[in-house]
């Protein structure tokens, strides 16, 4: 018998022992946009695929600056993205003002990661969204992913998203750590048109060492 919420409505675990509503939130997130990060020494993209909508209506930003050093991109809900997105920002900003001095990527990841845990020990309902975070501190080039149910991973490279498997593979057995930054952006379109067996519009953001995060649009 699986334990409920205090509100008696929702599970809290399923018969294996999964957390229902945080595999529900992942369910979610894998049918969101194909979203890319890869890293290298000098280097980090994160890229994610600006999904079609009606003719009438602008396409969501997929890319965000968080800081001058730090960038985020998303998949899952849009407005759940938005939300951990503002999230990031104010922590940003608190930390520059309590500390004037700029906040390390590790210290934000698990800033996030802790804020997300709280909604699954609290039995509200799991932000639908995971964040591939890119940054560069005083430690180089870092590269984090959130998951909905808090955890993260510190890595070269990442992709959640629509058949993220499929992007993955590619990234797997594409990459490389002395890739020039044209190479890695090219990967990360290749993976992501893999995915979803069509060629994409692409919305790209860099953060690279002694630089400021910036962003393209790639059709």
Partial sequence: MSESSPNGRFPFYGPQGRLVLVDSALEAVNRGSSTIGIKTPKFAIISSQIKPTHPLIEPSEKIFAIDHHIGATGAGYIGDILQLIDTLRLESQKHRLTYESPIDVDSLAKHLST????????????????IILAGADQTGVQLYQVDPSGTFFRGAGFAIGQSSDIALDVLTKEYSADMTLDQATQLATKAIEKALGEKPIVETGIVEIGKDFSKSLRK
Avoid: D, K, M
Avoid at 115 to 130: D, F, W
């Fill in 115 to 130: 804020y997300l845990h709280n909604y699954t020990t609290y039995a509200v309902r799991p932000q639908a969204a995971s």
